[in-house]
């Protein structure tokens, strides 16, 4: 069967992209030039983005047209994902914990919520997603300031990290991971359902080489996983232009 790839210059490579911090600033919209590279690159490879976040938030950040410009979309590590447009089968979160348990969380997040010492709150506190559920203090609605506050409030006071502890030690017959890969909130999964999820689905492709882009890939980030990962060659990135001048050497762009 001839792939729908073979028209591409190297049809058994794929790249993979995290989004906030790699193709986007944090929260905010793809760069028209981050835009063009990717348009190029796609002649040559096969590509994709594997983010933490859900796919509403991925089209807000890299455009309406998101699930037509890339190859692979996954979302929330890829418990959410689209190959050429159309929707692969995956799992569920709700499925895994299971309704009683599920309940069991929210209760205990919400009374923590309302135990603790916070400048500010908004809204959205909990965001329960297809794959993981994402849990907020000051709450998802807070805007880009309120955001870089607490991240600023949060790096004194450890207020994710203090949330994390008392959730582990609550639900220790659980087998979660909890992720702090953004600004705002942590996110709450299965264990093994980090980035390197997503690569299930691209299993039966052969691809002879995986790159992966990341920009939070030290120990505790949750790009460390796949970067780490013997399938995939990993790169460090700081910054969006960063990502643009790696790949305009590496595939020469
Ligand atoms: O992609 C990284 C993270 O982005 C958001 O984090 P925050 O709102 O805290 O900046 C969230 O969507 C989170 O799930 C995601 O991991």
Known sequence: MISEFAYKERPDTLVLFDVDGTLTPARLTISDEVKFVLQALREKVVIGF????????????????????????????????????????????????????????????????????????????????????????????????????????????????????????????????????GQISFDVFPTGWDKTYCLRHVESENFKEIHFFGDKTFEGGNDWEIYNDPRTIGHSVRSPEDTVRILRELFDL
């Open 50 to 181: 594997v983010g933490g976040s859900d796919l509403s938030k991925q089209v807000e950040q890299l455009g309406a047209t998101v699930l037509a410009d890339f190859d692979y979309c996954f979302s929330e590590n890829g418990l959410t994902a689209y190959r050429l447009g159309t929707e692969l089968a995956s799992q569920s979160f709700i499925d895994w914990i299971g309704e009683e348990e599920y309940n069991r969380f929210v209760v205990f997040v919400l009374k923590y919520l309302s135990s603790i010492e916070l400048p500010k709150r908004r809204g959205t506190f909990l965001e329960f997603r297809n794959g993981m559920v994402n849990i907020s203090p000051i709450g998802r609605n807070a805007s880009v300031q309120e955001r870089n506050e607490f991240e600023a409030y949060d790096k004194e006071h450890q207020v994710r990290a203090k949330f994390v502890q008392a959730l582990k030690k609550e639900f220790s017959h659980l087998d979660l991971t909890y992720s702090i890969g």
